[in-house]
């Protein structure tokens, strides 16, 4: 639940993000991103100093969370400039179950669930179908490689995400608290965004609604969703987290139909029912924890 409140919070950027038309991407994510992860260090401080012996032990796990915390949020608002708003939530979130699935596999050697590869799946199809059902508004307005990018964008923005997601839970599983794990996390890459944010921020400052913006996509989402992501993520795979953040392009499609004025066919209302049954699968409880798919089974 813990989750599935966090990707209905993510799930909001992207309609966030059309409110401020004349900031840059990188400014949208670097103050995100950069500002939430800052608050999620500030309350984790005390966390962090205690346990500073164990975090700078595993100093290449935080390191490689952070260098993909930094990135994330600018290759995703990238996307989403340039591919459009359910595109680019689409392929971003949609790829991430499939790069974090690989990377439990190839680098912790973890066991997924046959139940889980077949939510995971259903989930990835619905959400190849939504990217498909293009609305009619984008495509009239930007180029076939401006599609494109923002597609191999939103491909970067899917991989650091389940990084940081795998590192963040590999740092719990040292014996470090979600609150502190998530903290250093988005704390150091929070401060590598600062050069960005200073770089590309000074449209942020120039109107009140835009300072707005900025301010809610630092605070709702990315604060107070990432706390509850932590939460969850110290309790459950990181592979099942990330599947269950499926529901972030749902939310972001319906609020991009009604509030952006996006328009997606009947085939992207599939996919979102898809992805609204893969949930139901994935967060069923196990009954029977034998049925397991082993490295050596693949």
Not at 71 to 96: D, Q, W
Not at 109 to 122: E, I
Not at 165 to 170: D, F, G, K, T, V
Request: net charge positive.
């Amino acid at each position: 639940m813990a989750v599935l409140f966090a990707a209905i919070l993510w799930g909001t950027t992207g309609t966030a993000a059309t409110f401020t038309p004349k900031v840059s991407p990188l400014a949208i994510g670097a103050v995100a991103m950069g500002l939430g992860g800052l608050l999620q260090a500030l309350i984790a401080l005390k966390g962090i100093l205690r346990h500073r012996a164990k975090l700078k032990q595993n100093w290449r796990l935080l390191l490689i969370g952070a260098i993909a915390v930094a990135v994330y949020p600018l290759a995703f608002y990238a996307s989403m400039h340039l591919a459009g708003v359910t595109v680019g939530t689409v392929i971003s979130i949609g790829s991430a179950p499939l790069f974090s699935a690989l990377i439990e596999y190839f680098f912790s050697g973890s066991r997924l669930t046959k139940r889980w590869l077949s939510g995971a799946t259903l989930g990835v199809v619905g959400m190849l179908l939504l990217c498909l059902a293009k609305n009619t508004n984008h495509v009239d307005t930007s180029s076939s490689a401006d599609v494109l990018n923002g597609v191999l964008l939103g491909l970067l923005a899917g991989l650091t995400y389940a990084l940081y997601s795998w590192a963040a839970h590999q740092i719990m599983r040292k014996g470090i608290e979600s609150k502190t794990a998530m903290g250093a996390t988005f704390g150091i890459g929070g401060l590598m965004l600062m050069p960005v944010l200073l770089l590309t921020g000074a449209s942020l400052v120039e109107s009140w609604n835009n300072a707005a913006v900025g301010l809610y996509m630092a605070l709702v989402p990315m604060f107070i969703g990432y706390v509850c992501f932590g939460f969850g993520l110290a309790r459950i795979p990181a592979s099942m987290a990330t599947t269950l953040t499926l529901l972030e392009p749902v939310v972001a499609a319906v609020l991009a139909v009604f509030i952006v004025g996006e328009r997606i066919s009947a085939q992207g209302w599939l996919g979102i029912a898809m992805v609204g049954a893969c949930l139901i699968i994935i967060s069923m409880p196990a009954k029977n924890p034998k049925l397991q798919l082993s490295r050596s089974s693949h």
